[in-house]
């Protein structure tokens, strides 16, 4: 496996969005679909991830996402979100990670992290100090990898995959330019 060093951090454009279809659909089975039934998954994948409601998403001013690539091959995206376009507003002045999702055979490589400092640097760039995202309190391999980062558990709130209603843990992080 190729260094982290390798990976090209690229944002995504309009005319990506079956790119992006892809990578979604495929992260997000990979993370879920042992924990979710098919009905649910299915469901959940065609509300979420069809083309229009992305094409939507990444032109919205206030949504950014971002390929991560290696040997033109994408590995995984960020979307990341400010103002009314993030999913909640509990707290003032933010910018939401609302998806970092990475296949699995890069996980554990420093792909998260090169996201991660991908959506620090849009933070900075707008002058906004926290970072919060929400991840299914089922998912401890993700809640362990914002705890290294330093990120923080500050509430929770229901989340829906079709008609399973879960909980997401929210976590924030606070951060210092």
């Not at 992006?20 to 509300?47: S, V």
């Not at 290696?70 to 933010?94: C, F, H, M, W």
């Not at 509430?155 to 330019?177: A, R, S």
Request: neutral net charge; without cysteine; charged residues 25%.
């Amino acid at each position: 496996m190729k260094p982290a060093s390798s990976i090209l951090i690229k944002q995504v454009q309009s005319k990506s969005v079956l790119e992006l279809q892809k990578i979604a659909k495929e992260t997000f089975f990979e993370t879920y679909a042992l924990e979710n039934t098919k009905e649910d998954m299915d469901a959940y994948l065609a509300e979420n991830f069809n083309t229009e409601h992305l094409q939507r998403s990444i032109i919205n001013p206030d949504s950014f996402y971002y390929f991560a690539l290696q040997d033109n091959e994408t590995i995984g995206y960020l979307k990341i979100n400010r103002s009314v376009a993030q999913t909640d507003n509990k707290l003032p002045n933010t910018l939401e990670i609302e998806r970092i999702y990475i296949l699995s055979k890069f996980q554990g490589k420093g792909v998260g992290k090169l996201l991660l400092n991908k959506a620090t640097e849009k933070a900075q760039s707008l002058n906004i100090k926290t970072l919060w995202l929400s991840v299914w309190e089922k998912n401890q391999k993700a809640i362990s990898f914002y705890k290294k980062q330093d990120f923080t558990a500050f509430d929770n709130q229901y989340y829906w995959v079709g008609t399973d209603k879960q909980t997401d843990v929210l976590m924030k992080l606070d951060l210092d330019f």
